[in-house]
């Protein structure tokens, strides 16, 4: 299994905390975000891991290389980054997962429970992500499923009310629906010139043709996305002690 990490955005929201460095190396405890989410790969037996990198992405490949020295990490550099979003990054990993029977795609910005990949792993879904369920509102991206507990929307802008809990950015993906997925992606970018929307745009499309995801609830494990300030403080005031 392979692991695909999305480190490519400026983070505004973050700044002054992300003007000398990206967000996924700002710390939290005693590690910064993409050392968690690596070493989180890593005991979870995924040592293939794709980044794509954009903003000061020379910092980012100097910690992994120092960090990880013996660990052969895939970068991939978006250049366009300030320009686009994450579709445009995973659409970049296309050459690196195209062919795998299956990987595990997160964002660079998350904190989280290692034990959360080895549920999803373990997961008898071949395509699912990781749900909160808490209080929503406006921010989250939220999942709405069907009786079958297939997910028929997936969105920032879905119905809170319907909405079962928020995607945490954390999916396993198989070969056939990735095939599906980069299909879509070309027809959105190449096409469409859609490269400064979220990648859940593309996974609501595809529900159109039959490709589903399920959620699975990984609400017992601490996790948080990092956007703003307040968010990151926030995480060092919550982050269990057997996480720092």
């Given at each position: ?36 989410a ?17 903003y000061?992405k ?5 910690f ?33 997962v ?10 660079s ?8 990949i ?41 119905s ?11 999916e396993?993906?198989?070969?056939a ?27 609501e ?18 996790s ?15 982050i ?5």
């Amino acid at each position: 299994m392979k692991a695909v990490i999305l480190a490519a955005g400026i983070a505004s929201r973050l700044r002054p905390l992300t003007n000398d460095r990206p967000k996924c190396l700002l710390k939290i405890g005693n590690r910064p975000l993409l050392q968690r989410a690596i070493d989180g790969l890593l005991v979870n037996g995924i040592d293939e891991i794709v980044i794509v990198t954009g903003y000061l992405k020379e910092m980012i490949e100097n910690f992994v290389q120092t960090t990880y020295p013996n660990l052969p990490v895939r970068f991939i550099y978006n250049e366009v980054y300030a320009s686009t979003n994450n579709i445009y990054s995973l659409w970049l990993a296309k050459p690196e997962v195209l062919q795998e029977e299956e990987i595990i795609l997160l964002d660079s910005d998350i904190l989280y429970d290692p034990r959360m990949i080895k549920v999803l792993q373990d997961a008898p879904y071949n395509d699912c992500l990781a749900l909160d369920s808490h209080k929503l509102g406006e921010e989250e991206i939220k999942v709405i499923v069907n009786e079958e507990n297939q997910i028929t929307e997936i969105s920032k802008t879905c119905s809170i009310e319907k909405a079962i809990g928020e995607s945490i950015g954390i999916e396993k993906i198989s070969n056939a629906y990735l095939s599906a997925l980069y299909t879509e992606l070309e027809q959105m970018i190449v096409n469409e010139g859609l490269d400064n929307v979220f990648y859940e745009l593309a996974f609501e499309r595809l529900i159109t043709r039959g490709h589903y995801f399920y959620p699975v609830d990984t609400s017992n494990y601490f996790s948080m996305e990092l956007d703003t300030v307040e968010d990151f403080q926030d995480a060092i005031n919550r982050i269990p002690k057997y996480l720092q």
